[in-house]
């Protein structure tokens, strides 16, 4: 089983000093990254927010949670995550997603495609930019991109690449994730109808066996090589878990409040039963490294400083 580490995604901050403290707080709280998420709303655009960060931390490293690939063209892409690693002296890890959001397509005039065409558009754009990453010389002729004899600069620090991160809910996702990235990523919640309709089915224990089943079989002898990651929902401490878990039950309506309590994605109890939780979920399903956002990253303390690494 691989060692417990801990990520927050934060959005924003209202200046500059602010979001240096955040970044602080988040590597002496015992968090291993500071994540920042992609989206045409009100928060911070994520490659310089994480050269920022590291530049005021020791330790901390820093990734995107997730790059929407179709807002920007794969060889652009690589040469900002080289140059990001560049800069924070190797401690950058790039997460990718396929985009869910049709809004944020709508307000930047770009088509909205189906699910299918969004998996197979990130498929070509990961294996460019490994390319470019290895330092190749990069020619490449798909359905979606093509790129003649290009050699990108400068070359990150982390070789043969930063680890490629590819995170989401959809099968298509998950099996290019186990074939070609170093974290998978479990979010447990689909956004149907273009992001408008809140799906959470798939946050079920039973979900959770069957799709780490499909990663487990996709990745065939690279699973042993694989990190695997669960973006916690919820954070509640409390000496009525139960109660608790039926509380969220009401907005959360698919899941009981026993779905609730054997999910992945959320944690609630005392900070020994959350701790318990989770080393139960890494035996089960060989999740070990654990995000939340960034409100709950103080309610979340106590459990990181108790396993982090171990």
Request: proline share 5%; glycine share 8%; charged share 25%.
């Amino acid at each position: 089983m691989k060692p417990f580490r801990f990520g927050v995604n934060v959005r924003s901050a209202r200046s500059a000093r602010e979001w240096a403290d955040k970044a602080r707080t988040v590597e002496a709280l015992g968090y291993s990254v500071l994540l920042v998420p992609d989206h045409l709303a009100a928060l911070f655009a994520p490659m310089p927010a994480l050269v920022a960060a590291a530049a005021v931390t020791e330790r901390l490293r820093v990734a995107t949670g997730v790059l929407n690939n179709d807002l920007r063209h794969p060889v652009m892409v690589a040469r900002e995550a080289a140059t990001v690693d560049l800069l924070t002296g190797g401690r950058l890890e790039l997460g990718l997603g396929a985009g869910h959001m049709k809004t944020e397509y709508d307000q930047a005039g770009l088509t909205f495609d189906d699910g299918a065409t969004r998996v197979e558009r990130l498929g070509e754009a990961v294996a460019i930019m490994k390319g470019l990453l290895r330092g190749e010389s990069v020619t490449f002729a798909g359905r979606h991109y093509q790129v003649s004899g290009h050699t990108s600069h400068p070359l990150p620090v982390q070789r043969p690449h930063p680890p490629l991160f590819i995170g989401g809910n959809a099968d298509r996702v998950l099996t290019l994730a186990a074939r070609e990235a170093d974290v998978v990523g479990f979010t447990g919640i689909a956004f149907r109808r273009g992001g408008t309709e809140l799906d959470v089915s798939g946050c079920r224990a039973a979900s959770v066996d069957r799709q780490v089943r499909l990663v487990r079989e996709a990745a065939g002898e690279r699973l042993e090589h694989l990190e695997l990651n669960a973006l916690v929902q919820r954070v509640i401490v409390t000496d009525d878990r139960r109660k608790a878990a039926g509380e969220l039950s009401a907005p959360w309506t698919q899941l009981s409040a026993d779905d609730i309590l054997e999910s992945p994605f959320a944690l609630i109890g005392s900070v020994d039963e959350m701790i318990a939780d989770l080393r139960a979920r890494r035996a089960r399903w060989g999740l070990s490294y654990y995000m939340t956002h960034e409100p709950y990253m103080d309610t979340l303390a106590p459990v990181v400083a108790a396993l982090a690494q171990t």
